[in-house]
């Protein structure tokens, strides 16, 4: 993937986007001045350079009966990783995993609608290494996007 620069156009198109991914190319053109075919153009240049990587929906997870929202560090030896990595994609509660510094090697978010399926996770977990779960009672800023900065060439 080529790294490009932005401007502020391409900053102000990826701010509408993030605040509603489902904006059409008509209002984004709208809003930042410029046609709809050259906004659509920039916005594949910023696909295809990996800055926008998809148009996912927030989703509700309590809504959906998911209460129990947790945070799982993992201990994972380094020769156990090839095996760990395939293990946890498929576990379709995981929101997200992160190799991390520190005393644990992994950071596994998960979200289940019972305590027992959550333990059952954790048993699982425990072949890879030792575990420590932090259970969520409430969550104040979530997944929220970070606007771009101005790149130090750009503003010269």
Not at 56 to 76: C, D, H, M, R, W
Not at 93 to 119: A, H, Q
């Amino acid at each position: 993937m080529e790294q490009i620069k932005l401007d502020d156009s391409d900053r102000e198109i990826l701010r509408l986007l993030m605040e509603n991914a489902r904006m059409s190319l008509k209002e984004i053109a709208e809003k930042v001045f410029l046609t709809s075919p050259t906004v659509a153009s920039r916005i594949k240049r910023m696909e295809d350079a990996g800055i926008i990587r998809g148009y996912q929906p927030s989703i509700g997870y309590s809504a959906l009966g998911y209460t129990i929202k947790a945070f799982i560090n993992l201990e994972v030896a380094p020769q156990d990783k090839k095996d760990f990595y395939p293990f946890i994609e498929s576990i379709p509660n995981v929101i997200e995993c992160s190799c991390v510094t520190g005393d644990y090697s992994m950071i596994i978010e998960v979200v289940y609608r019972y305590s027992e399926e959550l333990d059952h996770l954790i048993n699982e977990l425990q072949q890879f290494g030792r575990t420590k779960t932090l259970i969520a009672f409430s969550t104040s800023v979530e997944h929220r996007c970070v606007e771009p900065e101005v790149n130090e060439d750009a503003r010269k």
